[in-house]
Structure formats: C-alpha cells, structure tokens
T-cell receptor, first 114, second 114 residues
C-alpha cells in the first residue's frame, strides 16, 4: 500500500529564508511523487513531479524537490521564501500498482513572516 | 482548452436535504476523482472513476454518498439527507489514464449544511 506523511502541519519562515517542507512516502514499487500548492481561495495546482530519471526536480516559482529512495523522502525546498509563497502544500504519491489512485498527505501550511 | 469545472461553486442547504454536485473534467481525461476538504484539513479521497466505472469507492463516508459518471465525461456526486458534518469543499480532479500523470483540479464546490 502507498501512503504519504508530511511532517509539520504548519511551517513558518522569514521572508528570504530557506523553505523546507518534508514529505516521506511508503511504496512497495517505484513511486511517482508530486507536490501540489493551494493558494488561499484557489484550487490546487501542480508545483512539480518526479516520475523517472533525474532525482532533483525543479518546479515553478523556484521550488525544487529531491527524490531520495534510501530515505523514502521527497522534501520540497526553496532557497529564499517570498511572501507570495504563503499557501498550503500537499505531497502525493502514485505508482504502477495503484492504478490511477493518488494518495495525498495531510498538507503543510506555510506562513512567510515579513 | 478549458480546465476542470465544478458547479455550483457554493451550495447552502438545510440538514436533511439532498444535494448534487457536478464535475466536468478536461476533455479526454479518462480518470476522475472526488475529494473532500474540511476546513483547515487535507484532502480526503472519496471515489475515483476510470472511464465510467468506479474501481475504488472505499473513501465514500457512508451510504448517503454516491457518485456516477456518464459518457466518460461529467460526474455527479450526490449526498442524501445531508448532515452538518458534510459541510466542506468538494474537489474534483481529472487526469489522463496513466498513473504518472498529474491531476488537474477544479475550483471546488463549497457545501454548507445548516
């Protein structure tokens, strides 16, 4: 079975500081990993995804994530936080043996302090 | 092309009434998903369709909830005898058939049960 754990339901960072949002997954087969962002009063949109190939994935708005198989992690980072990054972030996993089923984490709310 | 659309955007109903929520996926997307998002919480999987069939109904909270999809297109989520705990944003997403493909989310329907 697949599952996703996001450590820290709330994260606060100062503007300009490093953003690190944690995601760990469990999967018995190679996973496909996704980060979605939900800005206030908006729908979810894809930030980035890992399927195969390079383990460091770059997404929109300066975010990136690294797939680490040995740690079963897919943490999201951004070198310098901007006020506009304040949002809810969701990690999700799917795989070849889940059909089209996706499993989402419970989300991390990012607050950026000016 | 058009994204995923949902209607109505907001629905206020009285306890005990039935409601129908509609989702129009992106044309050509064979997979369709329904999620529930309670205030301040993560995504709760409800049901997913592959074409017109629903291989996974495990997330439906009770027998008051049902969903159907016709013509590999529009889907309706029906909640009978609504309860106050059904108040939430109901999100619909669609994707291409392959599990590595991202889900595209609609804006959601905010349901309030008085």
């Amino acid at each position: 079975a697949q599952s996703v754990t996001q450590l820290g339901s709330h994260v606060s960072v100062s503007e300009g500081a490093l953003v690190l949002l944690r995601c760990n997954y469990s999967s018995s087969v190679p996973p496909y990993l996704f980060w979605y962002v939900q800005y206030p009063n908006q729908g979810l949109q894809l930030l980035l995804k890992y399927t195969t190939g390079a383990t460091l994935v770059k997404g929109i708005n300066g975010f990136e994530a690294e797939f680490k198989k040995s740690e079963t992690s897919f943490h999201l980072t951004k070198p310098s936080a901007h006020m506009s990054d304040a949002a809810e972030y969701f990690c999700a996993v799917s795989s070849s043996n889940t059909g089209n089923q996706f499993y989402f984490g419970t989300g991390t709310s990012l607050t950026v302090i000016p | 092309g058009a994204g995923v659309s949902q209607s109505p955007s907001n629905k206020v109903t009285e306890k005990g009434k039935d409601v129908e929520l509609r989702c129009d996926p992106i044309s050509g997307h064979t997979a369709l998903y329904w999620y529930r998002q309670r205030l301040g919480q993560g995504l709760e999987f409800l049901i997913y369709f592959q074409g017109n069939s629903a291989p996974d109904k495990s997330g439906l909270p009770s027998d008051r909830f049902s969903a159907e999809r016709t013509g590999e297109s529009v889907s309706t989520l029906t909640i009978q005898r609504t309860q106050q705990e059904d108040s939430a944003v109901y999100l619909c997403a669609s994707s291409l058939e392959q599990y590595a493909n991202e889900q595209f989310f609609g804006p959601g329907t905010r349901l309030t049960v008085l």
